[in-house]
Nanobody, 122 residues
């Protein structure tokens, strides 16, 4: 079992930056891939980024590529999403997730946090 708690969300102006954190408990975090997903009001939850267990593989959605950076520190059982050059369309609840494979499909992630709100004003 892995329990996940996100933090770091908030209100920021367009062009600003935020760093989300995902604190994990449970001894299997370091062997799991970690993903970030987001859900805007009235929309389906969508893939943002994923990192494999070692940090040697990462992937991003086209909408955030070159602006967001995913990372992890297994010694601290924590994952991160650095978000730069934020846009109003990035406004959403951001969720971290953990699972056995590094995929873009939310159905492949059995463990989820409660989410953190990110609001980008224009």
């Amino acid at each position: 079992q892995v329990q996940l708690v996100e933090s770091g969300g908030g209100l920021v102006q367009a062009g600003g930056s935020l760093r989300l954190s995902c604190a994990a408990s449970g001894h299997t975090f370091s062997t799991n891939a970690m993903g970030w997903f987001r859900q805007a009001p009235g929309k389906e939850r969508e893939f943002v980024s994923v990192i494999n267990w070692s940090g040697g593989y990462t992937a991003y959605s086209d909408s955030v590529k070159d602006r967001f950076t995913i990372s992890r520190d297994n010694a601290k059982n924590t994952g991160y999403l650095q978000m730069n050059s934020l846009r109003p369309e990035d406004t959403a609840v951001y969720y971290c997730a953990a699972g056995p494979v590094s995929t873009t499909s939310l159905n492949d992630f059995p463990y989820w946090g409660q989410g953190t709100q990110v609001t980008v004003s224009s």
